[in-house]
């Protein structure tokens, strides 16, 4: 068989193997219990924060809604929607987690975004994360996402196409190759990206109500009508947002006259549960104890779960966490691994240390063992150049002779010297 063939036999092969979930979704009217008329087009956005999940819908006035899930419903939460201003009309934000701060990103009617950061307390504005995001045609719709490392932004609007992004470091610049393979979606594209196992997935809304799928081969986007499968047309105006929860992918969507709709896979997402982190360990400085550690092997680690005296952050993508907590003060720690099925490692490390209120002091270098080492040094650099220390005192012996001669006969000419001197004293 040629080999042209046989190639292209094995990339669609490995093309299709990319695809799709064996699972379809299936309507759940209770994971969208709470969720209230809070006006019209209404978008929402799903985040897990210090093991609290929560929502926040943008909707046509340009305003944003909170919401937190108690275990059973969603409540009015004002709190995460503190900081937030109107955008102007139609707000459709999208929250994610990078470099361990919270960042929300909100399109609006005039195709422009805002930005902002959380700070502990309330959204701050943050022109940063916008930077190089301008007009990407009326009614943007932002989704942003990870792969390889690297941070995309895939921007839907009014038009229903897509504008594609990357980030460089300091802002974002256009990039064409992340939207290769996404069509034209009718009009309102609402883009959102998730993953299951190792497979990224979009799934845009637009105007009718439609879904359009798709999954990302490593170069492109391709049509994936399996991971679309099961929704149905609620609303016009579609966004959806997907969440794990109860060892399962769920997925809400928003829409027009605060239309929603709840959905969960109807197969259970299989577990991965992430190896117990491992090689934990600290430096001290005044008031400050710095910990770091690794990814332990195994299954895919997504993030960690860090508890530092008390207090918790979810979601963290580094392995190391400076902290001051002053002098002479505790520093307590305990880390998990965290996998995107919803699965904590079975096991953790922690560590517990006081801050020292001066500095370590540095371990001093013996001089005795510096001048051995110097010794030995020499040594090991003149024995080599002889076959054995025999040879080494051969060699050696006319020089030892010399230096043997020339001392006994400086040792005589200095006491007859002496003896001379005494003698002419005496005269």
């Not at 937030?84 to 459709?92: A, E, F, M, R």
């Not at 701050?124 to 390889?148: H, K, R, V, W």
């Not at 990039?175 to 959102?192: A, C, E």
């Amino acid at each position: 068989m040629n080999t042209n063939i046989i190639n292209i036999i094995i990339v669609f092969i490995l093309l299709c193997s990319i695809s799709s979930v064996n699972a379809t979704w299936t309507q759940n009217d209770n994971i969208k219990t709470g969720l209230t008329n809070i006006g019209d087009y209404v978008t929402p956005t799903i985040f897990e924060k210090n093991n609290v999940l929560y929502l926040i819908a943008g909707e046509f006035d340009g305003v944003f809604t909170g919401f937190n899930w108690t275990g059973s419903e969603w409540q009015i939460d004002n709190n995460i929607v503190s900081g937030l201003n109107s955008v102007g009309t139609q707000s459709v934000p999208y929250v994610f987690l990078k470099n361990d701060m919270w960042f929300l990103i909100s399109g609006a009617a005039d195709g422009t975004f805002k930005g902002y950061n959380w700070n502990s307390n309330n959204w701050q504005a943050n022109n940063t994360i916008i930077s190089g995001l301008g007009d990407i045609g009326y009614s943007s719709a932002p989704c942003i996402f990870e792969i390889n490392n690297i941070w995309y932004l895939i921007g839907g609007n009014g038009d229903g196409i897509f504008k594609g992004f990357l980030w460089s470091g300091s802002g974002w610049q256009v990039n064409n190759d992340i939207i290769i393979g996404l069509n034209d979606v009718g009009t309102f594209s609402r883009p959102h990206v998730f993953k299951i196992d190792t497979t990224v997935y979009l799934i845009s809304g637009n105007n009718a109500g439609n879904f359009k799928g798709y999954n990302w081969t490593g170069s492109g986007w391709q049509t994936d009508n399996d991971i679309k499968s099961g929704l149905i047309n609620i609303c016009a105006i579609s966004k959806v947002s997907t969440f794990y929860k109860y060892n399962r992918l769920n997925l809400i969507i928003g829409g027009r006259n605060s239309v929603w709709g709840g959905f969960n896979m109807s197969e259970s997402v299989i577990p991965y549960i992430p190896p117990t982190p491992i090689n934990l360990q600290y430096t001290a400085s005044v008031g400050y104890i710095n910990y770091t550690w690794d990814v332990g092997i195994g299954n895919v680690t997504d993030s960690f779960n860090i508890n530092h005296n008390g207090i918790w952050t979810n979601g963290s993508l580094i392995t190391h966490l400076n902290n001051n907590v002053g002098i002479n003060n505790w520093s307590n720690i305990t880390v998990y691994a965290y996998n995107n099925t919803g699965e904590l490692s079975t096991g953790y490390i922690s560590d517990n240390q006081i801050a020292p209120d001066e500095p370590p002091a540095p371990t001093p270098t013996p001089a005795t063992l510096y001048n051995f080492n110097v010794v030995v040094c020499l040594i090991n650099g003149i024995v080599p150049l002889f076959n054995s220390l025999l040879d080494l005192i051969i060699a050696s012996a006319p020089l030892l002779v010399i230096i043997v001669l020339f001392g006994g006969i400086t040792y005589f000419v200095t006491n007859y010297i002496d003896k001379m001197d005494v003698r002419n004293k005496r005269k």
